[in-house]
């Protein structure tokens, strides 16, 4: 046990939706299928693969169903899929996910934003969503936008974010991710949200999801280690942004994740060298650097 009292993290890795869903390299079927079984192949045990929303909202996840026909399928990694509705579910089902995201947020211009509806018709639609997956027996994630801020509304307090928590909670979540949609939460807003939430519902079905616009997920990482989060929402090479937040930069790199948790004797099961090699995959193919402060240095490193 190290000095955060957390011994081993559990990683979802996020890039092959979260990333690519606002990239505007183009990108193929064939590239989403073999950046998912590289990921699966260096450790990661939850990969979302893509979304089942309008392909007129975000082109970029349209031929999700194509992708996960087409990848790899272990015993022990959890292919995920994002839905907004029945619809999505429907489609989810019919490609044989191992599991489902539904998404709402803490603030209702985002949510209007996002998804074209307020908090509560959110819930509205992710009844059916939810009944359907009790039915067959799919694990439902839920996530929460905008923890600690709105690029619409700006701050937004742990008393916006906590009854939404608790409500996926309770219609039957396995688990809730906090989105720091835009990035701009510190340690002490951080620990400030996730004492709230503790107090209220406990912290054993929190995960947390910061993208890195300001350059402070690894600290808040950290300050939710130390509060007893023990699930990380990563996105290889730092891969992403949201279409509905401008500005927002990509999700905390995985390889930074999994150098500071090696570091810090945290075992999250992940291999860092094998992680490279799909980071260097992944932007060869976008003709571009990683975001990943670790990649950068690491595959630089290994040229000279
Ligand atoms: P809507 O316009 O309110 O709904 O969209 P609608 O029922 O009127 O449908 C409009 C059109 O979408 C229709 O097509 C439907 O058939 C179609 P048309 O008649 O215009 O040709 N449609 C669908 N198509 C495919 N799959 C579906 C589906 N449902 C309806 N499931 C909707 C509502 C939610 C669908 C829309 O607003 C949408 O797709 N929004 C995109 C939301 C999204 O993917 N956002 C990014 C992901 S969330 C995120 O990144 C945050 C996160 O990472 C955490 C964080 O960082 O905070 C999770
Ligand atoms: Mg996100």
Redesign the pocket.
């Known amino acids: 046990m190290n000095k955060s009292g957390i011994d081993h993290v559990r990683l979802v890795e996020?890039g092959p939706r979260?990333g690519l869903?606002n990239e505007p390299e183009k990108t193929t079927v064939a590239f989403r299928v073999e950046l998912v079984d590289r990921l699966s192949a260096c450790g990661l045990k939850t990969i979302e693969v893509g979304?089942?929303?309008?392909?007129?909202?975000?082109p970029k996840?349209a031929n999700t169903a194509e992708v996960l026909n087409s990848v790899g399928r272990y015993e022990d990694v959890s292919l995920v899929a994002?839905?907004?509705?029945i619809?999505?579910m429907i489609?989810a089902i019919a490609s044989n996910v191992d599991e489902v995201?539904i998404?709402s947020?803490a603030s209702e211009t985002f949510s209007q934003r996002?998804?074209?509806?307020s908090i509560e018709q959110s819930f509205e639609r992710f009844q059916p969503v939810l009944e359907k997956a009790r039915e067959i027996g799919v694990p439902v994630r839920g996530?929460?936008?905008?923890v600690l801020g709105c690029p619409y509304e700006g701050k937004i307090s742990a008393s916006q974010v906590v009854p939404i928590v608790n409500r996926l909670i309770e219609s039957g979540c396995y688990e809730v991710?906090l989105?720091?949609?835009i990035g701009v939460g510190t340690v002490n807003s951080t620990r400030e949200l996730l004492r709230a939430v503790e107090g209220a519902i406990g912290l054993e079905s929190i995960a947390v999801?910061f993208?890195d616009t300001y350059g402070q997920a690894l600290p808040n990482i950290v300050t939710a280690l130390e509060q007893g989060v023990s699930t990380v929402d990563s996105s290889i090479g730092g891969l992403g942004g949201?279409?509905?937040a401008r500005g927002a930069s990509g999700?905390v790199a995985t390889e930074d994740v999994v150098y500071m948790l090696d570091g810090m004797g945290v075992e999250s099961g992940v291999n860092l060298n094998d992680l490279l090699k799909v980071s260097e995959f992944v932007f060869s193919h976008l003709k571009r650097p990683p975001t990943s402060r670790v990649a950068n240095a690491l595959l630089n490193a290994s040229v000279h």
């Open positions: 996020v979260d869903q979304s089942f929303v309008s392909p007129k909202w975000v996840m994002l839905v907004p509705n619809r999505g489609d995201a998404f947020a996002n998804t074209n509806c996530y929460v936008s905008c991710s989105g720091d949609t999801h993208h949201c279409p509905y999700n």
